[in-house]
């Protein structure tokens, strides 16, 4: 038998090289479309953040807008967008009511105790769970949690009955007292955060070139706590100044009122309400909290660096 040849395989075909411009064009096409891509893309954000911005920014406006107008404008049906031919009457009446001025004098007085106060325990206590460890510190720190879940009208009465027995009910201290153990269990979570976040070798590191630790923890570590701080003043604030239900529970005397409470006697007091001197009530009692936001803004961000400058 004669062998049959066994015909050779045909050679594999090879890729035929990609000229090195042309791969260049289709890196620089991919390129450009990524940042045509990505300039749409924040377009479109810058669009939304401008739409929402003025959306937050209107009710503001408008509370300004119509502490300027007189009432006979106020109750047209057509809204007058810009104060032209505006007054200052609303600001006036505001400004020579004393009862506006004593109920400031209250609000300032509880902002103030709460805020030391609020600050100096929930500052202790977040320092206490992030830096030790004790017996009890779990269920302590679940505690917290499970205080801010009860609602706060549940405890309405045994608070007015606690103050009433201590004889602080229309008292500032009274309202104090209750803001600061409303405000605490959140204001301790915030600031264990902070704390939590600092390395404790920071403070190590400074005792090891000389330092006590409470040198070391004080001109080191406290430096970067500084905006947890101002973060948890910030709320204490707020709450305390904007607070209305609490307020309206302890301080049953009219001459007791918190600034909440003066704005809502304000539209009650008379049977048709003069909307633009409560929106010249609003405005004033808005600036406090603007004065307090300028301080403490440049104090934010001055602590971020604070304590990583050794000076």
Not at 46 to 55: E, H, P, Q, S, Y
Not at 207 to 228: C, H, K
Not at 269 to 281: C, F, L
């Amino acid at each position: 038998m004669s062998a049959v040849a066994t015909p050779a395989p045909a050679p594999a075909p090879q890729d035929t090289p990609v000229p090195v411009a042309v791969r260049r064009r289709a890196r620089v096409k991919t390129t450009e479309s990524g940042r045509a891509q990505s300039r749409r893309s924040r377009r479109v954000l810058g669009i939304v953040a401008v739409v929402l911005a003025i959306l937050w920014v209107f009710p503001i406006y408008w509370m300004i807008n119509s502490s300027f107008l007189p009432l006979n404008k106020l109750q047209t049906t057509r809204p007058t967008f810009l104060p032209i031919g505006g007054t200052i009457s609303n600001f006036r009446q505001v400004w020579n009511d004393q009862t506006f001025w004593d109920a400031m004098k209250i609000s300032l007085i509880v902002v103030v105790i709460v805020l030391v106060a609020a600050l100096i325990f929930a500052f202790l206590a977040a320092l206490a769970v992030s830096r030790f460890r004790f017996r009890g510190r779990k269920a302590f720190i679940l505690t917290i949690l499970v205080v801010q879940m009860i609602p706060a009208e549940g405890l309405f009465i045994s608070q007015y009955r606690m103050l009433d027995g201590w004889n602080l009910v229309n008292t500032a201290m009274g309202l104090a007292i209750v803001y600061t153990a409303a405000i605490l269990p959140f204001t301790i979570w915030m600031l264990r955060g902070f704390v939590a976040g600092v390395p404790i070798e920071l403070e190590e590191a400074g005792m090891v070139d000389g330092l006590s630790r409470t040198a070391a923890f004080f001109r080191i570590t406290f430096p970067l706590l500084a905006p947890g701080l101002v973060a948890a003043g910030v709320y204490a604030f707020l709450q305390a100044w904007n607070e209305y239900t609490l307020a309206l529970v302890v301080m049953t005397d009219p001459t007791k009122h918190t600034l909440p409470l003066w704005l809502q006697g304000l539209v009650e007091s008379n049977r048709a309400t003069d909307w633009g001197v409560v929106m010249a009530g609003s405005a004033l009692i808005a600036v406090p909290v603007i004065a307090f936001f300028l301080i403490v803004q440049n104090k934010m961000t001055a602590g971020l660096v604070a304590g990583a400058v050794k000076g």
